[in-house]
């Protein structure tokens, strides 16, 4: 979707300037395993969910999953499109594979900060019994917070953004998004994509205290910056998934070439502010006609196997939407030769 599926902005968007909170901060610092990452990717060759029936609210797209395990069973809140706008849908499935139960649980609010467009493309993540889910809204976007207690069953909104756009010349100055939540200590984190006014579109970090009410914004963000030209990802960067694992911390992100064809690449670091690019390439592509043009939206649940990756694809290159987006699935497998 339109910002911040890593894509750019209508020119039309206006300045909604947001002056949030800024500090200094790292994330609590890991020691690394010395040696060369290699790594192995396998992914299911169809999608684990798709487009939903004539009518429904993602019949054109479903895209965006965020994972997140409860019991014995996985939910997904997911991003789906009916042809005239982004909702955000609930699936339940008992092993991550087979999905079911979908429905639309969240869906703009005119009268609200959001205006008429999204209500979707967010992070699932839980504060004991509650579930936590940051959104994107907004012509200008803007990352939202909604609150379940029931299971995900039904969702209530937390009325003003949590994350809003940056100061006049900022990086986030015209818009934040793609939100992706995690927990490290006691603390949480949000990294999240901004874009400034020469439509940059870079990877930041925010921290929470308070249980993802407040947040406070690395005050030398961004964290990540475009690729070289003829890169990969020279022309926008997005939708980031982060966990930690063997002394590092990992970041898999969506990266965007100038014909909207999307992949996604693997970055590393110690400290959760500094990140190094792993690799000058993509390490998930496209390798079916289903998401031969675009391949998108991480969520990642890492284990002793490997990291499973739930993600986004589709077969048409557009920038926002009518991709004939759907949900994949695959397992990424790091090694850092030496230990591990």
Known sequence: MRLLSSCALPVSFVLLCSCGRYGDFRLPHLTPTAGAVKWTWSAQPEPVLGRGTAGSFDAVDALNPSVIRRGTEWLNLYSGYDGRAWHTGVAVSPDGLQWSGRGRVLSPDPASWEGDYIAANGSVFADGSRLLYCYQGGRVPQIGLAVSSDGGATWRKQGNPVVGTGPRGSWDERGVGDPYVVRFGSELYMYYLGQDRARRQRIGVARSSDGGVRWVKLRSNPVLELGAPGAFDETGLGEPAVWQEQGSYWM??????????????????????????????????????????????????????????????????????????????????????GGG
Do not use: H, M
């Open 252 to 337: 898999l992100y969506t990266a965007r070439d100038p014909k909207e064809y999307r992949r996604i690449g693997l970055a590393r670091s110690q400290d959760g502010v500094r990140w190094d690019r792993v690799t000058e390439k993509p390490v998930i592509s496209g390798e079916q006609p289903w998401d031969a043009a675009v391949v998108c939206d991480p969520t990642v649940d890492p284990g002793s196997d490997g990291v499973r990756v739930w993600f986004g694809g589709g077969n048409r290159p557009e920038p926002a939407e009518n991709l004939n987006g759907q949900i994949g699935y695959g397992v990424l497998r790091l090694r850092v030769s």
